[in-house]
Each structure stands twice: as C-alpha cells, then as structure tokens.
C-alpha cells in the first residue's frame, strides 16, 4: 500500500430510489429495497485529480471506492491513431489500450483490462479474512489469480474446463488462489452457478460482478483515460461486450465528467458489440426489449462453442436491471453491433498491421464494427472516438516470457449440490466450514 494513500471519500446511491446510504463494506444492493437494481458510488470529489502515473490505477483513485492500493498495477494508455484512423479516414481516433504494450506505457501482465477490475476490487476489501469468490470465462480469472496471489487476498475461482487455457501467467500462482472448474460442455453461466454454490458457504463472499461498484469503477479507468488524455468527452465508444459491465462503467465514468464541468456536457454514445452468434444483448436491443429473450440453455452452450471471443458468453448479464445496459443505451444513446469470427480475424490482423500490437479476439470484435461503421459511412471523419482495446500484446508477451499455467484443484460436474462443494472448499483452503448462509 502507498504510505500517503488516503480513503477514497464516497457514499452509495440506489439507481432505483435514489436513496444514499453508506458503504457497509461490502455492499452489493440497495438495503431494504425490494425491486433489484444497481448502486452507484457516488465520491466526495467532483473533479478528478488524475495522480502520478508510478500510482498505476490508483492514479484515478478520487472515482475508486477504494481503502488502500495493491502492488503491481498499470492504467490503460490512451493514445491518438495514426495508421488505423488513417486506413478508415478517420481524423479524431484514440485507442485505449489494456493489455501488454511497454513502449505506449501500459504493462498488464495478464494483458486484460480486467485486471482495472481485479486492483480495485482488493483496493475496497478492507480485511482479507473472507475468501473472494470470482466466477469467470477466462481473461476476469486471470487478472484476479495474479492480482490475489501477488497481494496475499484468499480467492476461489470457478472457471468451466473448456476455459482454463486462458490461465497463464509469467510466475506462479500462491496457495492462497484456487481453481476449481465445472467439466467439459460447460459454459460461463454453470461457472457463475458453482460460484453460487460456494457463496453459501460461511467465510466466502461473492466477488459481485456488475453489481459491485469497485469492478464497475475500476472498469471505468479506461474512460478516465481516455478523456483526461484528449481532454474532452469523446462523441463515440467503441467496446465488445459479455456482460455489457463495462459499457455501463463506461457511461457512469461520462457522467461523472459531465459533472466535473472541464470536459464538455455530451454523452458519448455507446457501440457495443457481440459474437455472432452469441447475441442475447444485441436480439433484446434490437427488439427495444428490456427483458432478455428466451434462449435455451443448450442453443446457447452451442453458440458458445462457435464464438472465438469466449469472454463474450454472458448468459445473464446486467441488462434488463435498473441501471443496467439497456438504462445505460438508453439514456446516452447508441447501438449494440455483431461481428462473425472471420471479422474479428480479419480486423485483428488489420490492427497489427496498422497500430503494431496483437489484440485479443474481444478487441478484436470491437475494432471489426469500428471497421465496419466507417466504411458504411456511419461515422463523421471529424467525429471523437473512442475504440476501447480491452486485451492485448498477449502474443509478444508471451514471446518474451516462460509462460506457466494453472492447474485445477478439482472438476465439478455441471449441477454439484452444495454439500459436495462445501467438501471440496474445506480440503482446498484447509479450513472447518462450521455454518452455511
């Protein structure tokens, strides 16, 4: 932890009532509300003072719901295209890059821009005596494994098998991290039940997702980026989706800088996209439903299999709730896009080959509707935009590093009862698990 670092000052806001109320420490919901809907952090300080740049995220720690600071963490780096604004004629495009990219200042070891989530998810835990408990389809999994281990925090990851490639690291992971999987055929939304399962148990808390304010704040670095590097709010957001978490990160950070008053008043319209043929958000957008469409869960573990960006297989993600994407579409206005594998492909090797780094598939369904909106002429050549690389330079760091994997603790069928799990977790973290919630 940093020797001067203060508390971030901040209260709670219930996006359903509009009730303020204060940090319990860990809260997750609005108290004694019956209708579920996302809380808001709302920080003392209006207008950010963006810190030192040695602080990593914590530079942009006046918008962190944070206690203390971890070791090891990079902000993304926003910088103003050359080669790709000038392949699609556009004059304003700034990328914003997570990933693995020393020479434009980001150095994200697990090449993620989860790992925004991880640091400042830990930086809110004020005591590591609970075990955190994070359900992910890869990159999130990642990004909390070095993180934790590398900050002592107790973590239990649930992870489907078919996902697990996506564990690498450049050094080991410590005991106090373990994996455990739901077996092959699964898919995020069995991981995210086991996860379920074990936040019965005395002693684990859920890590949260979209409804914990420090993953959504954290995930809103990349727009504190963005924003106090061009000094202005851009008119146009580029990012791909899984749970659409960090598009409304995204549109919360914009309306924080509305109200700091030094960046312009607009909102800068969101363009979200999809995998095809995983499209549960884009189907329910483009049926201006804010209720999900019905999907079957084995249609949906099939499209699944065929998407190429795995992080995009959310199937219940923070949509329909109050203060979720489709509030957040709604109100700064924008699109959901899809992309097909091969135009993901093809737009990654455009990347490269433009800007100079490899960029994950996510990205990479991103950059393709980027692609896509400016040959259709949908897109001013003047316009602001931003293009929200969440992942990349994993090929290069790879290259330069002996890369490690992470093996599992144990395999769990797709539906575990909570007795099995409750075994499981006893043996793995060596702990009496007296009571269960």
Same mark, same amino acid.
């Given at each position: ?49 963006? *810190? ?33 604004? *000038? ?351």
């Amino acid at each position: 932890m940093t020797k001067d670092f203060r508390p971030t000052d901040y209260i709670l806001e219930s996006l359903e009532t509009g009730k303020r109320f204060e940090d319990e420490g860990w809260t997750l919901d609005a108290p004694g509300e019956e209708k579920p809907c996302l809380i808001r952090a709302i920080y003392d300080k209006k207008q950010i003072e963006v *810190k030192d740049n040695s602080l990593g995220i914590y530079k942009f720690s006046d918008w962190l719901p944070v206690h203390k600071t971890l070791e090891g963490s990079s902000a993304p780096a926003t910088y103003k295209s050359e080669g790709l604004a *000038k392949y699609l004629g556009l004059n304003n495009l700034y990328i914003t890059f997570s990933g693995y990219w020393p020479e434009k200042g980001a150095n994200f070891r697990t090449c993620s821009f989860k790992e925004t989530e991880a640091y400042s998810v830990g930086g809110r835990l004020e005591v590591d005596k609970n075990i955190l408990v994070v359900a992910s389809a890869g990159n999130t999994a990642r990004a909390f494994a070095r993180v934790c281990s590398d900050n002592n925090i107790p973590l239990l990851l649930c992870v489907p098998e078919d996902n697990i490639g996506a564990l690498w690291f450049d050094e080991p992971i410590k005991d106090n991290v373990r994996l455990v999987v739901t077996k092959s055929g699964s898919d995020y939304f069995d991981a995210i039940h086991l996860s379920e399962l074990a936040c019965q148990l005395d002693g684990f808390i859920a890590e949260g997702g979209a409804k914990n304010v420090a993953r959504r704040d954290g995930m809103a670095c990349t727009v504190n980026s963005a924003v106090t590097e061009i000094g202005k709010i851009p008119d146009f957001y580029f990012q791909a989706v899984g749970s659409g978490t960090g598009a409304i990160a995204a549109w919360e950070a914009n309306l924080r800088f509305i109200e700091d008053g030094r960046f312009g008043s607009n909102k800068m319209k969101l363009m979200v996209s999809q995998n095809t043929p995983f499209l549960p958000m884009h189907d329910a957008w483009k049926e201006d439903s804010r209720e999900m469409l019905p999907l079957d869960d084995d249609l949906a573990r099939k499209q699944v299999e065929e998407i190429v960006a795995k992080v995009l297989s959310n199937r219940k993600p923070p949509y329909s709730i109050v203060g979720g994407l489709y509030d957040a579409l709604k109100d700064a206005g924008g699109d959901v896009l899809k992309a097909t594998n091969e135009e993901a492909a093809e737009a990654a090797r455009i990347f490269e080959e433009t800007e100079g780094n490899d960029i994950h598939p996510a990205a990479a369904v991103a950059t393709a509707t980027l692609i896509n909106h400016a040959k259709e002429g949908k897109l001013d050549k003047d316009a602001c935009i931003v293009l929200n690389i969440t992942g990349g330079g994993e090929e290069r760091f790879k290259r330069e590093k002996d890369i490690l994997y992470l093996k599992p603790s144990h395999v769990f069928d797709i539906n575990p009862d909570v007795s099995e799990v409750r075994e499981v977790m006893e043996k793995l973290f060596k702990i009496e698990i007296k009571t269960t919630v």
